[in-house]
């Protein structure tokens, strides 16, 4: 009877949690329900499951509807039915096409019709007509004993009761975006689509006893399986599995041979080990599909880093799959791959965010686009985003919302109302997503287990999720992207077209061993490269001294919020420095952690004190791993093993503020660590860029540039990009390209960087000037691309027209005539050249903060030292580079914004941690606590005096800021003659020779 429910997975549509919608069945004394969410199969496999732990019969189906047009309900009968349901959604979502309003399926799928849609005698055997109780007066007349078998009871079930009714016309609302009064009964489900009585059916269709029967009989005839604990990834590379163990162990051996020689026992006898373990729990297709996927980057020149858990296998290690060296780091396989997991491993494989997409194609066209898919997610309401669209459907203006997202007004009616039921839709789902990295590959074809949508990547996108995914057996392998790979890649191309040299980016050992890139790191001298750029890594790697990359590796985990926000990173570094100066908490303690001083740095340290210390086994220090990375769903079997943690610390006589303790410092962890590998891999990436900007550190700084990525904006990295000594040139027409270039050491920008310069203008100038040659004056470039005076405007702003020996104002004259001349002229090189119109012109003067204040507007900075622009003496502040010398004491200090970090503290107050640099380019580092943070808020980027105190933590200086206050620029005409003579140097000549201009 209940073949029509709906969970909140009908987007903006059903109330119903999955398990709520099971278990409201049970309360109702209901034995079988099916799910039919509008187009959409999404928690099919939960409600599977939560129908088998409360002893009800689950039925897969789905309500089919264009838009807001209810068409028709499909059941699967069995699991082909199904796979035919959720090719068909498939196909018409994808093609984002209207759904037939008859549907042709075999005898596996049931479809059943709204009555007076089409007629009795016209349906197929696998065709009926779903009455709803309200419905049964219009069966007066029908021929029902001509066809007594084709009449159902459809009882639509979407909401709970009249709150949550209330709730699915908001939802509606929010879906349709119109306010509530705008609403019409279309647009919403009917108040009775509830969870009634069985006796209340019975009773409304007493006349039609035969048609109770038939739907008793339909929910009979439909099953549903599912094997929750078998593996469906692909089962087989090669032609069989035995062929897959063979050819994995030869990849293998082959590798141990390129990584370690002919005469390493103990990496031998690791190899043949991992081996057999990974043929025992069957996963040599899974190595080898990874080891296939690294092969095809390898021969398109595309640079990867496998990270996480995987690097702490050997094999990966010798398949070339991660750089991370497992026996150098003592990293124990079991944490990736042992008997107790609950799930099978998983590696993370970082390419470029250039050659990601065609890696994932390669993905999909060689392991069979019905076999592949990209792992769905879905985005949920929380609360600000709630509150503000239900303040759009109440009709509240702009002002009233903002307020609600701060103190409601106690008295008022309506925001009580939206504060009420924001509450209630808080972590409802909004809409399918995709997964950050995560590719499904199935051994049957994934639709055997879920819809494919098709969203703006073109990429297929499974309605199931990661979760949903591992609890059926599909296990995602995640292809990910990053700029800091962009960065070493696009490095390495410049110094073979720059300096004609090649670099082995992999001799990681030669890069560990390397004096400079060693002093790079003690100094902190890390801009750009990946993951230790950042002021709280920089002072983290000033404070251990860090030149080695084991230390490095310890760096990149104990930066995390669960180490740092835990009071347990300042302990490390002082242990770190003082390993004769502290107690260990415990005796058992020691023993474990002595490598970490104590201290819980990875998610390993936490399952060895969960096993070893309190005497949980390894499928449940499995659980804590998994809550600790954020890959856990529920929280009632983390409690429960805390309880038993708890417990069996009890047992074994531990004092309780050690057990509190020991748990707390696990439980800070959830969501934030790493594995030890997993840090391992970033201190290679890291290894890789540090090397990289050590040796050709303009090419680097190019790099980072042109990939626009990192911890700062495009004005700091432009900043580094001049300290390392190279002459950077504004965009022109004659040398830049849409990205930024180096030729020797002058750097042009790249005209990408211009604000509204179209890139079909930018594309066509450089063609054209490839094709035919520089431009010679304006009027050539007018006519060669016929740009509009808007982009002429751009153009000329940013001083691209600069090699005419004019000025700004005289070209913005010359080109809006030229330009309108020029409007219908056919573009290209003409045959004869034409003399450029030469005009008269009054003397147009420019005033020498003019070309400082268009970098500004166009460009969101200047290409000059920023500090020549503020409205101040300089002389009056310390350097940066001085202040260790004051410590203790007062200074006074003028600092340019370039990144802030806020920070809660135990009051729940805000402080800041605001980094500048200083008029020389030095680092500030600043502390605002919380009553100088409200007092003298840092608002935006700009300059800053500030009075503080100089204080120091492990050899590392800030200022603890007791006043600050915002500085202004100087007037345009204010001190002519000093800045035209400052920023001369930045500029190249009106008329550049070869020798002071070269182009790239």
Not at 298 to 306: A, I, L, N, P
Not at 395 to 413: A, F, H, R, S, V
Not at 528 to 540: K, N
Request: aromatic content about 12%; hydrophobic content about 40%.
């Amino acid at each position: 009877m209940y073949l029509n429910c709906k969970t909140w997975f009908s987007f903006l549509y059903g109330t119903f949690r999955t398990e709520e919608l099971v278990k409201t069945a049970v309360e109702m004394g209901v034995n079988t329900i099916a799910l039919t969410n509008i187009n959409s199969t999404c928690d099919i496999w939960d409600f599977v499951d939560y129908c088998r732990q409360h002893a009800v019969k689950p039925v897969a189906g789905a309500e089919i509807r264009n838009e807001a047009l209810f068409l028709y309900i499909l059941l699967a009968r069995n699991n082909n039915g199904f796979k035919q349901i959720n090719a068909f959604i498939s196909q018409h979502l994808q093609n984002k096409s209207c759904f037939p309003l008859r549907p042709v399926f075999d005898e596996n799928v049931l479809i059943i019709y709204p009555i007076n849609s089409i007629e009795p005698a016209a349906l197929q055997s696998n065709e009926l007509i779903g009455v709803q109780p309200a419905e049964v007066n219009k069966l007066y007349n029908k021929a029902t004993n001509g066809f007594p078998t084709k009449y159902v009871i459809r009882q639509p079930v979407t909401f709970q009761n009249k709150t949550m009714f209330n709730v699915h016309r908001l939802l509606r609302a929010i879906d349709k975006n119109i306010i509530l009064s705008k609403q019409e009964a279309k647009d919403y489900a009917q108040p009775f689509e509830t969870f009634v009585s069985p006796a209340s059916l019975v009773e409304a269709f007493s006349r039609y006893p035969s048609i109770l029967t038939n739907t008793l009989q339909v929910l009979d005839s439909c099953t549903i399986d599912m094997d929750f604990g078998s593996d469906k990834t692909k089962q087989v590379y090669s032609a069989s599995k035995a062929d897959d163990r063979i050819l994995l162990e030869k990849l293998a051996i082959d590798g141990l041979k390129r990584r370690y020689g002919t005469r390493n026992k103990k990496a031998t006898d690791r190899v043949v080990k991992e081996l057999k373990i990974i043929d025992n729990l069957g996963f040599n297709a899974y190595f080898l599909i990874t080891c296939d996927i690294i092969r095809y980057a390898q021969s398109r020149g595309f640079y990867h880093v496998g990270r996480g858990s995987g690097g702490n296998s050997i094999v990966a290690f010798c398949l070339q799959i991660t750089d991370v060296d497992p026996i150098e780091l003592d990293l124990y396989f079991e944490r990736f791959l042992n008997p107790h997991r609950a799930t099978p491993p998983d590696f993370d494989i970082d390419f470029s965010w250039k050659d990601r997409d065609e890696m994932t194609d390669y993905i999909f066209k060689r392991y069979g686009r019905d076999h592949v898919c990209l792992l769905g997610s879905y985005v949920t309401f929380q609360r600000r985003a709630v509150i503000r669209e239900l303040g759009k459907v109440f009709g509240l203006p702009k002002e009233e919302i903002d307020q609600l997202d701060g103190t409601p007004l106690q008295d008022n009616k309506i925001q009580k109302q939206i504060l009420h039921y924001g509450n209630l839709i808080k972590d409802f789902p909004n809409h399918l997503s995709v997964h950050a990295g995560g590719i499904l590959i199935s051994d049957e074809p994934v639709h055997q287990y879920t819809v494919t949508e098709l969203p703006p990547k073109g990429f297929y996108t499974s309605q199931i999720d990661m979760f949903i995914a591992e609890k059926i057996g599909l296990f995602k392998l995640d292809v990910l992207s990053q700029r800091g790979l962009g960065h070493i890649k696009e490095t390495l191309d410049l110094v073979r077209e720059n300096k004609n040299l090649s670099i082995d980016i992999h001799a990681i050992e030669k890069f560990k061993a390397d004096d400079k890139v060693a002093a790079q790191i003690r100094n902190a001298d890390t801009i750009g490269c990946f993951y230790i750029e950042s002021p709280g890594m920089r002072q983290l790697l000033k404070k251990l001294r860090c030149d080695d990359y084991v230390t490095l590796v310890a760096a990149s985990s104990i930066i995390r919020p669960g180490v740092s926000q835990s009071g347990m990173m300042k302990q490390y570094i002082y242990r770190f420095h003082n390993p004769d100066k502290f107690e260990y908490l415990h005796p058992k303690m020691e023993e474990l952690l002595k490598e970490t001083y104590g201290v819980m740095v990875f998610q390993e340290d936490v399952i060895k004190v969960a096993h070893h210390f309190a005497g949980l086994d390894m499928a449940e220090a499995d659980v804590l791993r998994r809550a600790m990375s954020g890959k856990y769903r529920g929280r009632k079997q983390f409690e429960e093993i805390r309880d038993k943690f708890f417990r069996l610390c009890k047992e074994r006589d531990y004092p309780d503020q050690i057990s509190g303790e020991v748990w707390r410092q696990i439980e800070s962890f959830a969501g934030y660590s790493f594995s030890k590998a997993h840090s391992a891999s970033f201190a290679v990436e890291s290894y890789q860029s540090l090397f990289l900007k050590t040796y050709y550190p303009m090419e680097f700084m190019v790099a980072v540039i042109n990939n626009f990525g990192g911890f700062y904006t495009r004005e700091l990295y432009f900043h580094e990009l001049k300290k390392t000594g190279a002459t950077i040139y504004l965009p022109c027409v004659n040398a830049a390209c849409l990205l930024t270039s180096i030729k020797g050491t002058s750097v042009y920008m790249g005209f990408i960087h211009v604000q509204g310069l179209e890139q079909g203008l930018i594309a066509k100038l450089v063609d054209e000037r490839i094709a035919y040659g520089a431009y010679e004056h304006l009027q050539d470039f007018i006519e060669r691309t016929n740009a509009g005076i808007e982009q002429l405007n751009l153009l000329i702003r940013i001083g691209a027209f600069r090699f005419t020996g004019k000025n700004k104002k005289e070209l913005l004259w010359e080109a809006n005539f030229l330009q309108k001349k020029n409007v219908g002229h056919s573009t290209g090189k003409t045959l004869f050249k034409e003399a450029p119109v030469h005009f008269s012109l009054p003397v147009l003067s420019q005033k020498p903060l003019d070309d400082a204040i268009d970098e500004i507007e166009l460009l969101g900075f200047p290409l000059c030292n920023v500090f020549e622009l503020v409205d101040e003496t300089l002389d009056k502040y310390i350097p940066a580079r001085n202040i260790e010398t004051y410590l203790g004491r007062q200074v006074l200090v003028l600092g340019y914004l370039v990144t802030s970090k806020p920070v809660h503290t135990v009051k729940n107050e805000t402080m800041f941690f605001h980094t500048f640099i200083d008029a020389a380019g030095d680092w500030l580092d600043t502390v605002f606590f919380p009553q100088v943070a409200s007092r003298y808020p840092v608002n935006g980027k700009g300059f800053y005096r500030m009075k503080g105190r100089v204080v120091a933590e492990f050899g590392v200086f800030s200022i603890d800021v007791e006043h600050c206050s915002r500085i202004g620029i100087k007037d345009r005409s204010q001190q002519a003659n000093e800045f035209l003579q400052t920023n001369q140097a930045l500029r190249e000549p009106a008329n550049p020779t070869p020798e002071n201009d070269p182009a790239p």
